[in-house]
């Protein structure tokens, strides 16, 4: 052996520098190769993430956010202004509809807002009683007409002795004006009619419009008094809006009984899955650990534009009333579009597609993965129904995790055994893997 080892020395020796150099890297890049495949961490094997294929219930929800809307609450506002001698009722108590809340002593603006829109009320109920007069008068004509075409009608001249019309002689002059005169103040009077209607209606603006102005805050509606801000010896200035108009001064809030509606904004892909009176749960930010439940009542399929996006209002009625929640509390909501029982669940994460559109998960055999095709059902957030393909039991594969392989030299900047040779340049390098 040390003979063998002596003469391939004394080759060695024998040979020229450029040969002495290329075996040298020869041995050296071996010796390279074998101990990156001792050492690399590349023999440690991929790690599953599973989960179990289990019977249980699905529940198929669209989520939503919006707020409260404000349908059950009435605001009790007026345009007076002055100084409050009495205050009616206080926050909580019950009103009915007309009821006093406060007194104003009225300034000097105030008593010429209240002054114009009495005088505007008072020209608004003799507009009523004149439309009234006139219908009927209109009235009166019209049964006087109708009594003398009926005389004429029953005349032996345009009817028979049994009562049939004499349709020749009803063709004359004398029986169309008759008729004509009857069927004119007819229409008279039911034109005058609406003209009442009408005037009663202007009227009761007028009236509204008084109430607003008058030294006397009336609530609008029945309910419960919420938010009252006056108390004896409060001013109440006057406001104007962006069209230098005077605003009514809001003073408190009338809440009704009707149960809270909140309305949630879904998207356009969302909205075609909900429909009417389907269950919702609904929960508020500012007690987000209580759960409300509801039904939709209603959609709003025309939807709403904002900088681009569009999204469908959907209110939601709840199936109690709390003190707790307020007008225009930001809410959250899951309706409930679907759901089945006792059914065959997977993660949702473990359903993969094909190209053709058939649908499979991987299960773990002998620690390796394998395809099994599955027919799906109904599929929630986390959730997916297995209508054939698994038994209950199966272990799915919901995700890979890969080692790190830090043996391996990718990058430009990391260097092999023999970067040292050729100048660094594109071929003096060797990228394992």
Same mark, same amino acid.
């Given at each position: 052996? $040390?003979?063998?080892?002596?003469?391939?020395?004394?080759?060695?020796?024998?040979?020229?520098?450029?040969?002495?150099?290329?075996?040298?890297?020869?041995?050296?890049?071996?010796?390279?190769?074998?101990?990156?495949?001792?050492?690399?961490?590349?023999?440690?094997?991929?790690?599953?993430?599973?989960?179990?294929?289990?019977?249980?219930?699905?529940?198929?929800?669209? =989520? +939503?956010?919006?707020?409260?809307?404000?349908?059950?609450?009435?605001?009790?506002?007026?345009?007076?202004?002055?100084?409050?001698?009495?205050?009616?009722?206080?926050?909580?108590?019950?009103?009915?509809?007309?009821?006093?809340?406060?007194?104003?002593?009225?300034?000097?603006?105030?008593?010429?807002?209240?002054?114009?829109?009495?005088?505007?009320?008072?020209?608004?109920?003799?507009?009523?009683?004149?439309?009234?007069?006139?219908?009927?008068?209109?009235?009166?004509?019209?049964?006087?007409?109708?009594?003398?075409?009926?005389?004429?009608?029953?005349?032996?001249?345009?009817?028979?002795?049994?009562?049939?019309?004499?349709?020749?002689?009803?063709?004359?002059?004398?029986?169309?004006?008759?008729?004509?005169?009857?069927?004119?103040?007819?229409?008279?009077?039911?034109?005058?009619?609406?003209?009442?209607?009408?005037?009663?209606?202007?009227?009761?603006?007028?009236?509204?419009?008084?109430?607003?102005?008058?030294? =006397?805050?009336?609530?609008?509606?029945?309910?419960?008094?919420?938010?009252?801000?006056?108390?004896?010896?409060?001013?109440?200035?006057?406001?104007?809006?962006?069209?230098?108009?005077? %605003?009514?001064?809001?003073?408190? %809030?009338?809440?009704?009984?009707?149960?809270?509606?909140?309305?949630?904004?879904?998207?356009?892909?969302?909205?075609?899955?909900?429909?009417?009176?389907?269950?919702?749960?609904?929960?508020?930010?500012?007690?987000?650990?209580?759960?409300?439940?509801?039904?939709?009542?209603?959609?709003?399929?025309?939807?709403?534009?904002?900088?681009?996006? !569009?999204?469908?209002?959907?209110?939601?009625?709840?199936?109690?009333?709390?003190?707790?929640?307020?007008?225009?509390?930001?809410?959250?909501?899951?309706?409930? !579009?679907?759901?089945?029982?006792?059914?065959?669940?997977?993660?949702?994460?473990?359903?993969? $597609?094909?190209?053709? +559109? @058939?649908?499979?998960?991987?299960?773990?055999?002998?620690?390796?993965?394998?395809?099994?095709?599955?027919?799906?059902?109904?599929?929630?957030? =986390?959730?997916?129904?297995?209508?054939?393909?698994?038994?209950?039991?199966?272990?799915?594969?919901?995700?890979?995790?890969?080692?790190?392989?830090?043996?391996?030299? @990718? %990058?430009?900047? @990391?260097? %092999?055994?023999?970067?040292?040779?050729?100048?660094? +340049?594109?071929?003096?390098?060797?990228? +394992?893997?």
């Amino acid at each position: 052996m $040390k003979s063998f080892f002596k003469s391939l020395s004394n080759r060695f020796i024998k040979l020229g520098l450029p040969i002495k150099i290329i075996i040298v890297m020869l041995c050296i890049g071996g010796m390279w190769l074998i101990l990156s495949k001792i050492i690399s961490p590349n023999a440690k094997t991929s790690t599953y993430q599973t989960g179990v294929a289990e019977m249980g219930n699905l529940v198929v929800t669209v =989520t +939503g956010s919006g707020q409260v809307s404000t349908s059950n609450n009435g605001t009790v506002s007026t345009l007076a202004t002055g100084v409050v001698t009495k205050v009616y009722v206080q926050d909580g108590d019950e009103v009915k509809t007309g009821d006093k809340i406060a007194e104003v002593e009225l300034d000097l603006k105030g008593q010429q807002n209240a002054n114009e829109a009495l005088s505007s009320y008072q020209s608004a109920r003799n507009t009523v009683d004149t439309a009234k007069a006139n219908m009927f008068s209109t009235q009166s004509t019209m049964f006087t007409n109708w009594d003398a075409f009926m005389k004429i009608a029953q005349n032996g001249t345009y009817q028979y002795e049994d009562g049939r019309p004499n349709n020749i002689n009803r063709a004359l002059p004398e029986f169309h004006i008759a008729d004509d005169n009857w069927l004119s103040s007819e229409a008279k009077y039911k034109v005058q009619q609406n003209i009442v209607n009408q005037s009663q209606i202007g009227l009761s603006a007028a009236w509204s419009a008084y109430q607003q102005t008058s030294p =006397t805050i009336y609530a609008p509606i029945s309910g419960t008094v919420s938010g009252l801000s006056l108390q004896i010896g409060s001013v109440i200035v006057a406001t104007t809006n962006s069209n230098s108009a005077q %605003s009514a001064t809001k003073i408190a %809030s009338v809440k009704t009984k009707a149960l809270p509606t909140v309305s949630i904004n879904l998207t356009e892909i969302d909205v075609p899955k909900i429909h009417l009176g389907d269950k919702a749960t609904v929960t508020f930010d500012a007690f987000s650990d209580k759960t409300f439940t509801g039904k939709v009542i209603s959609i709003d399929t025309s939807g709403v534009v904002s900088s681009g996006v !569009t999204t469908y209002p959907a209110v939601i009625k709840l199936d109690v009333e709390s003190s707790s929640i307020l007008p225009n509390m930001a809410a959250s909501a899951n309706i409930i !579009t679907a759901t089945k029982d006792n059914v065959l669940l997977v993660p949702a994460t473990s359903v993969k $597609k094909q190209a053709d +559109g @058939s649908q499979y998960v991987q299960i773990l055999k002998n620690n390796k993965p394998v395809d099994v095709a599955v027919e799906v059902g109904l599929s929630s957030d =986390t959730q997916t129904e297995i209508i054939s393909g698994l038994t209950e039991g199966s272990i799915v594969i919901t995700g890979t995790t890969s080692p790190a392989r830090t043996g391996q030299t @990718s %990058s430009a900047g @990391s260097q %092999s055994p023999f970067s040292s040779f050729g100048g660094g +340049g594109r071929g003096g390098g060797f990228i +394992g893997r």
